[in-house]
């Protein structure tokens, strides 16, 4: 008998019981949540940098919708990169 055939580590689960996949899937989940706190955090320092000229307690309407345009422009931008960068060539 081959003495790795009996290892608890091998195959499709570790020592702890966690399955590869599960692990795979965790770790896809975490890079997708950072990936999503990373953008958030990005587009809304430049669009604030952009909007927002006069900080105050509140946003004015004109800061808001320019805020909201600055954001959906990235959504979108990022939509399009995201299309063009994982669409299979034809």
Do not use: H, W
Not at 62 to 82: F, K, N, P
């Amino acid at each position: 008998m081959d003495s790795f055939s009996s290892s608890p580590s091998m195959g499709s689960s570790s020592s702890s019981g966690v399955s590869t996949e599960a692990l795979m899937d965790q770790i896809k989940t975490q890079l997708a949540q950072a990936y999503a706190q990373e953008f958030l955090e990005t587009v809304g320092n430049k669009c604030f940098a952009k909007c927002v000229t006069k900080p105050g307690t509140s946003l004015s309407g004109s800061e808001s919708s320019c805020i909201s345009r600055c954001v959906d422009r990235y959504i979108e931008a990022t939509g399009i990169i995201g299309r063009a960068l994982f669409s299979s060539p034809r």
